[in-house]
């Protein structure tokens, strides 16, 4: 079992920064593919970005060029770093692990992130 921990949100005016932290226990992370996903009041969940076991990394297109999915192995922990936010990323963010895209069975609580306009 592998249990995660998002933390970082809060509240922010536009064009600034937040970074996200997803903490890991029970299991090391190394051989996981993990996905950030957020969620906006009545939208589906969507996945934000995603980084490989191997550090490859890919992003959904609204977010392309602002946010950075990084990994560190040492601490158990995956990090979404979040610049020049928009109103529109305001939303409750997710990290979620697994072995295949798209297959995520462990997922954390949630984290609140708000931008202000």
């Known amino acids: 079992q592998v249990q995660l921990v998002e933390s970082g949100g809060g509240l922010v005016q536009a064009g600034g920064s937040l970074r996200l932290s997803c903490a890991a226990s029970?299991?090391?992370?190394?051989?996981?593919?993990i996905s950030w996903f957020r969620q906006a009041p009545g939208k589906e969940r969507k996945s934000v970005a995603v980084?490989?076991?191997?550090?490859?990394?890919s992003y959904e297109n609204s977010v392309k060029g602002r946010f950075t999915i990084a990994r560190d192995n040492a601490k158990n922990t995956v990090y979404l770093q979040m610049n020049s936010l928009k109103p529109e990323d305001t939303a409750v963010y997710y990290c979620?692990?697994?072995?295949?895209?798209?297959?995520?069975?462990?997922w954390g609580q949630g984290t609140q992130v708000t931008v202000s306009s």
């Open positions: 979620a692990a697994g072995h295949q895209l798209g297959i995520y069975p462990y």
């Open positions: 029970g299991r090391t992370l190394t051989s996981y593919l």
């Open positions: 980084i490989s076991s191997i550090g490859t990394t």
